[in-house]
């Protein structure tokens, strides 16, 4: 059984910073990639980051270049999304999903469907 399970949100100002863990249970990170999606209430979903952490690599969305960082710890078993300068458009519910992936792959891409959902975490920025 997968679990995939967010936290870490709540209200900031903006400048702020927040970090959102994605822990993750009944897959490997070795063969799923990792990716955080955002999405206001009647808009359509965004990509943030994502990560494939067998090889390392990350991807971050322009809108968040710079700013929000994606990573995991040692066990591989949790994926975090830190997010500094935060601003009031970066308020939404985040979401952690994953997408299974070759065993040869090294990238991580919002061209997939995903196939697992966590429930998502909600992040309001506002003064």
């Known amino acids: 059984q997968y679990r995939l399970e967010e936290s870490g949100g709540g209200s900031v100002q903006p400048g702020g910073s927040l970090r959102l863990s994605c822990e993750v249970s009944?897959?490997?990170?070795?063969?799923?990639?990792i990716q955080w999606y955002r999405q206001v209430q009647e808009k359509e979903r965004e990509g943030v980051a994502c990560?494939?952490?067998?090889?390392?690599?990350?991807f971050a969305a322009d809108s968040v270049k710079g700013r929000f960082t994606i990573s995991t710890n040692d066990a591989k078993n949790t994926v975090y999304l830190q997010m500094n300068l935060l601003k009031v458009e970066d308020a939404a519910v985040y979401y952690c999903?994953?997408?299974?992936?070759?065993?040869?792959?090294?990238?991580?891409?919002?061209?997939?469907?995903?196939?697992?959902w966590g429930e998502g975490t909600p992040v309001f920025v506002s003064s």
């Open positions: 990560i494939n952490a067998r090889s390392g690599y990350t």
């Open positions: 009944g897959l490997s990170l070795d063969y799923h990639t």
């Open positions: 999903a994953a997408v299974t992936v070759s065993p040869y792959s090294t990238t991580c891409s919002y061209d997939f469907q995903m196939d697992f």
